[in-house]
């Protein structure tokens, strides 16, 4: 009945957090911290929550795909750039102490959420799309601190993509989440070897978080290309309400 309950948790816990990661972000502000409330050290926890991450991003990529949504090369070049900067991202994750991440995690997390609330207001634009040149330099440069961070936690960073995309390269929102899921994909599959390869990750509660992030991921993907960037802009702004809450009242 306990492993009932359980799993119970994590796979209602993760479609939701597919919806959010997948409509705005900060899906893993939630699944990370019920991972450790089920008993996991911080650093394997921050592993396993990648098995999520990893499956939920490439169940929405297929459903934007599946709408005709899609930025290929693009997401290709920053996607690699992000997979190098995970790298090293993930490996300074692995190495350092848990109560030291814990530490860390509470000030990223101030961070990201006071960025958001700065900078919500001005992710909506009606103008061309600046995907080559000089932005397209832009772009693969800032996607390989991006995947530092991503490498490092994960949390929040997909409204920190998104503000990247929508503003720099000028991508509507729908767009926006297409490419930030495709190359959250790409970089995330790296970080989550390495997790593996130093021995981070439990396979289990990781496939079943995972199982009702895809299916979250899913619908949400599709559903919000219907609803355009309107349903969007109020999935961001109700993620950065719960992120608030979450900062102020609770650690």
Known sequence: MEEFIQATILIVVGFFAGVINTLAGGGSLFTLPVLIFLGLPPTIANGTNRIAIVIQSLSGTMGYR?????????????????????????????DLDGRLFNRILAIILLIVGGLILMNAKNLTHNLPERLTGKYLFYGI???????????????????????????????????????????????SSVALAL????????????????????????????????????????????????????????E
């Open 66 to 94: 599946s709408k005709g949504v899609s930025n290929f090369p693009f997401n290709i070049y920053l996607g690699t750039s992000a997979s190098i900067g995970a790298l090293i991202g993930a490996q300074i994750a692995v």
């Open 195 to 250: 997790f593996a390869y130093n021995g981070a990750v439990d396979w289990k509660l990781g496939l079943l978080m995972a199982l009702g992030t895809s299916f979250g991921a899913w619908w949400a993907s599709r559903w919000s290309v219907k609803k355009g960037d309107r349903v969007i802009r109020w999935a961001m702004l109700f993620t950065i309400g719960i992120m608030a809450v979450k900062l102020w009242f609770f």
């Open 141 to 187: 440069l800032g996607f390989f601190f991006i995947g530092i961070y991503g490498g490092f936690i994960n949390a929040g960073i997909g409204i920190v993509i998104m503000l990247f995309l929508n503003r720099l390269n000028r991508l509507s929102l729908v767009k926006t989440n297409a490419s930030k899921t495709a190359i959250v994909f790409i970089y």
